[in-house]
């Protein structure tokens, strides 16, 4: 393309297409394509590495330029694909270097905003829960600790406008602290999930924290309590975290495996 596929996306793809298809007609090798991102996958490396190579030849003759400096021609099983970087050995995923580095950047800056009341514009703060957004493959639990920015991005919008600057509250703080923890050790997501041998089920709601523990839909454990004062005004968020690490005992105990299984309520299961 002549101004790069970022303008024109869609006419890429669809000069690509027809040329994907004769390759997987005429190849035994799997093709993965998003637009200029082309994964090939096959479990014999000899024959991907030949056919790595026609492929290049294919689409260097219907005039598509290849970046060689961002592209990996030798076959590998840990390969960098859609911002991802994705070990095809143990079926893992994590955050790629670079855009880790990028990310952690930009959560020190807003955090040092937030800790001297910076004004930021809501732009930039929608932009950067966008791509904390985007790890939710590797961290399932991340829409948690977006809720609190995302909040008050949306009431700075609604009250002035989207073309208008902000003060991010401090309440903020802790959750860009979890993600700040979880990019430093950037721990890659398991993609094929292991059956649970037991499941813990938690709440931890306002008045106080309950779990059970079940193995095989038979509950073998009960645990609950109330929060002391300190506690009780932590965010939802860290009393969530606290529970957890509460209800993990009950497991610890019994030598097993555990799902949990966090849930929201109300008021507590136990009255």
Same mark, same amino acid.
């Given at each position: 393309?002549? $101004?790069?596929?970022?303008?024109?996306?869609?006419?890429?793809?669809?000069?690509?297409?027809?040329?994907?298809?004769?390759?997987?007609?005429?190849?035994?090798?799997?093709?993965?394509?998003?637009?200029?991102?082309?994964?090939?996958?096959?479990?014999?490396?000899?024959?991907?590495?030949?056919?790595?190579?026609?492929?290049?030849?294919?689409?260097?003759? $219907?005039?598509?330029?290849?970046?060689?400096?961002?592209?990996?021609?030798?076959?590998?099983?840990?390969?960098?694909?859609?911002?991802?970087?994705?070990?095809?050995?143990?079926?893992?995923?994590?955050?790629?270097?670079?855009?880790?580095?990028?990310?952690?950047?930009?959560?020190?800056?807003?955090?040092?905003?937030?800790?001297? &009341?910076?004004?930021?514009?809501?732009?930039?703060?929608?932009?950067?829960? &966008?791509?904390?957004?985007?790890?939710?493959?590797?961290?399932?639990?991340?829409?948690?600790?977006?809720?609190?920015?995302?909040?008050?991005?949306?009431?700075?919008?609604?009250?002035? &406008?989207?073309?208008?600057?902000?003060?991010?509250?401090?309440?903020?703080?802790?959750?860009?602290?979890?993600?700040?923890?979880?990019?430093?050790?950037?721990?890659?997501?398991?993609?094929?999930?292991?059956?649970?041998?037991?499941?813990?089920?938690?709440?931890?709601?306002?008045?106080?924290?309950?779990?059970?523990?079940?193995?095989?839909?038979?509950?073998?454990?009960?645990?609950? &309590?109330?929060?002391?004062?300190?506690?009780?005004?932590?965010?939802?968020?860290?009393?969530?975290?606290?529970?957890?690490?509460?209800?993990?005992?009950?497991?610890?105990?019994?030598?097993?495996?555990?799902?949990?299984?966090?849930?929201?309520?109300?008021?507590?299961?136990?009255?």
């Amino acid at each position: 393309m002549p $101004f790069g596929t970022k303008h024109s996306p869609i006419y890429f793809a669809t000069a690509m297409e027809p040329i994907m298809q004769q390759i997987r007609m005429k190849t035994e090798i799997r093709i993965i394509n998003y637009v200029d991102d082309i994964l090939l996958l096959h479990q014999n490396k000899e024959y991907l590495k030949n056919m790595t190579q026609r492929v290049i030849e294919t689409l260097i003759y $219907f005039g598509f330029t290849m970046n060689t400096e961002k592209s990996q021609t030798e076959p590998n099983q840990t390969v960098i694909f859609l911002g991802w970087e994705w070990n095809l050995a143990n079926a893992t995923v994590k955050t790629k270097p670079k855009k880790r580095l990028l990310l952690l950047h930009d959560l020190y800056n807003m955090r040092r905003w937030i800790k001297t &009341g910076t004004e930021i514009t809501v732009k930039q703060t929608a932009k950067l829960i &966008g791509k904390l957004n985007y790890l939710r493959l590797q961290f399932q639990e991340a829409s948690l600790f977006l809720n609190t920015m995302d909040h008050q991005k949306a009431q700075a919008a609604r009250l002035r &406008g989207w073309n208008t600057t902000m003060i991010m509250n401090k309440t903020a703080i802790p959750d860009i602290n979890w993600w700040i923890a979880k990019l430093r050790t950037n721990i890659p997501a398991q993609l094929i999930q292991i059956p649970p041998q037991m499941t813990m089920t938690t709440d931890a709601a306002p008045s106080g924290w309950g779990s059970t523990l079940e193995k095989e839909q038979e509950m073998i454990a009960v645990a609950h &309590g109330t929060w002391n004062k300190r506690q009780a005004k932590l965010t939802s968020n860290n009393r969530k975290s606290r529970l957890q690490l509460k209800a993990y005992e009950v497991s610890l105990k019994s030598q097993r495996i555990c799902e949990s299984n966090p849930w929201r309520s109300e008021a507590t299961i136990v009255q």
